[in-house]
């Protein structure tokens, strides 16, 4: 279709759907997640795909992702809905043309199942009590800049069937963050949060880190902070799930909390803050990452609804010329989905309209010393 012609009509559409989006939650099971995008790309993609290719594609699905199911009614229910997945994915490349959308492996799954397996973020706001981080200056950040090229981020981790993607958030800033004050990149323990990390939000009562049900990047590193660090992955690795008991030991912290701090919601100050302080902790709406494939994801119009944790690990521009956006450069994200999963596990976001929420909960966390203990 030609945006050219239709993009005038989103901008003016878009500030309207935006906020409709923004005020009704994304709670609801099942597919009527996203009704109002079905409404502006509806007469838009043509006729649904024909049953042929769906069954084609569902079969190079099964092959590639290893998919298998207990009887032949639990598959007919998961063509079905990879069906849907399958026009969803036709949507979201609509909606997101720098980026590819289609087949993942999460493409046997509704929203809301995805959602409750592989998201897991608790908060949708950021805390009103946290510590501000202090403004930086923001002249002279260099033009690219990625955390994986100082070896300051460790090999894509994957989070399983289990909404634990706060703990890999946490890990991969205080990694990070022990990084820059030991010179050390030492992979750190998720499973030490799912099992032993169980802070709540001063501000929300019922709102606690509790293992694959969800946590908060913050929450995660005050109980890091009273806990004295956390140990090596290694040393407690990870099982994805959290029915095991806190097996904590004290003599094995690996990386303790400095302090850590929430930045302002400036796309300078983020970029400054993690130029500065190692990769940030963020929170993102994952809507358009259930079947993204690659490109830098500019969709025209994206929840701000914060569901997913991830790690934000540098910015760029390179290769990346949209007509919509000239000099809006991108964020690479490293998510916790396997290196099979998007860009060999990571995401390219653009920047400078908070797509998707990706401005609105960052956090940096600095890490103790510990070659000087
Ligand atoms: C956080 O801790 C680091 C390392 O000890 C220190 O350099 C920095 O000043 C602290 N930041 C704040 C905001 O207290």
């Not at 950021?126 to 300051?152: H, S, V, Y």
């Not at 956006?325 to 999963?341: F, Q, V």
């Amino acid at each position: 279709m030609e945006y050219r012609n239709v993009f005038p009509i989103f901008v003016i559409f878009s500030f309207f759907i935006v906020g409709v989006i923004c005020t009704e939650t994304f709670s609801a099971e099942g597919f009527e997640v996203d009704p109002l995008i079905e409404q502006v790309t509806d007469g838009h993609e043509g006729a649904e795909p024909q049953l042929l290719t769906a069954e084609h594609h569902f079969s190079l699905f099964k092959k590639r992702f290893k998919k298998s199911y207990g009887s032949q009614k639990e598959h007919d229910y998961r063509f079905k809905i990879f069906q849907v997945n399958l026009r969803r994915a036709a949507r979201h490349q609509n909606l997101d043309p720098s980026a590819t959308h289609g087949v993942t492996q999460f493409s046997d799954l509704t929203p809301g199942e995805f959602r409750k397996a592989y998201l897991g973020l608790r908060r949708l706001r950021l805390p009103k009590d946290a510590t501000e981080a202090p403004i930086l200056p923001t002249d002279n950040l260099p033009q690219d800049f990625d955390w994986r090229e100082k070896g300051a981020v460790t090999p894509v981790k994957n989070q399983g069937s289990c909404g634990s993607c706060w703990s890999f958030s946490t890990t991969g800033a205080l990694e990070g963050a022990n990084f820059l004050a030991t010179g050390k990149l030492v992979s750190l323990s998720e499973q030490q949060l799912v099992d032993c990390d169980h802070e709540c939000d001063p501000e929300e009562a019922g709102s606690c880190d509790s293992g694959c049900n969800g946590g908060l990047m913050n929450s995660a590193f005050e109980y890091t902070l009273k806990a004295g660090g956390l140990m090596r992955e290694e040393d407690y690795p990870y099982t994805g799930t959290d029915r095991g008991t806190c097996k904590f030991d004290n003599t094995k912290v690996a990386a303790k909390v400095a302090n850590f701090s929430v930045v302002s919601l400036d796309e300078d100050q983020i970029a400054a803050n993690l130029f500065k302080n190692g990769p940030l902790a963020v929170a993102i709406n994952a809507v358009f990452m259930q079947t993204y494939i690659g490109g830098v994801s500019c969709p025209y119009i994206c929840s701000k609804r914060l569901d997913h944790g991830v790690l934000l690990v540098g910015y760029g521009s390179a290769g990346y010329a949209p007509v919509r956006m000239k000099d809006k450069p991108y964020w690479i994200i490293k998510n916790s989905w396997g290196e099979n999963w998007g860009e060999n596990g990571f995401y390219r976001i653009c920047r400078g309209r908070n797509i998707c929420g990706v401005d609105s909960m960052v956090s940096t966390v600095a890490a103790v010393n510990t070659n000087s203990e």
